[in-house]
């Protein structure tokens, strides 16, 4: 990581940078939203950090407003995609349990289908 808080290597950090193209429907100072690129459900956005930061096994408690900032992102990203009156679910998925598959803290706005509870 560099000293701009970015990994050469990371592939959400190139979205950040629009280094790689992503479909980006909310975007701030501190967070950039986009289409997952395998959505599991009629709206699947990830909301990241622009910073890079791993995992949410990262975090502690000097990071509770850009946590906090995340989470109403996830709020913001339901109104635009039109979903925040008929539900949705927010997953992080955090270390290999969990199947995290990108080394870069992102949450999921899933909804516009009934979705399973519990999860697999
Ligand atoms: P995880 O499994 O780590 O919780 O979620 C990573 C998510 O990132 C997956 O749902 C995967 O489809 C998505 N993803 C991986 N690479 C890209 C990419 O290059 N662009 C976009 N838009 N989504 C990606
Ligand atoms: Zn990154």
């Known amino acids: 990581m560099n000293e701009r808080g970015y990994s050469d290597t ?10 790689v193209r ?10 950039v939203a986009f289409k997952d690129i395998h ?3 009629p709206v699947h956005v990830l909301v990241i ?3 890079h930061m791993t995992a949410l096994w990262e975090a ?3 990071h509770e407003g850009l946590l906090g900032h995340l989470l109403a992102s996830c ?8 979903i925040s009156d008929s539900g949705y679910r927010v997953v992080i ?4 349990d969990a199947g995290q598959s990108v080394d870069h803290l992102h949450l999921h706005v899933l909804g516009g289908r009934k979705l399973q509870w519990p999860p697999g």
């Not at 990371?10 to 629009?18: D, L, P």
């Not at 992503?22 to 967070?31: E, K, L, S, T």
């Open 93 to 96: 998925n955090t270390g290999d």
């Open 49 to 51: 950090p622009r910073f």
């Open 10 to 19: 990371c592939i959400f950090c190139k979205v950040v940078k629009g280094m």
């Open 60 to 62: 502690d408690l000097s």
């Open 39 to 41: 959505a599991q459900a």
């Open 75 to 82: 709020n913001e990203v339901a109104q635009v995609m039109g």
């Open 22 to 31: 992503a479909d980006i429907v909310y975007q701030d100072d501190a967070v």
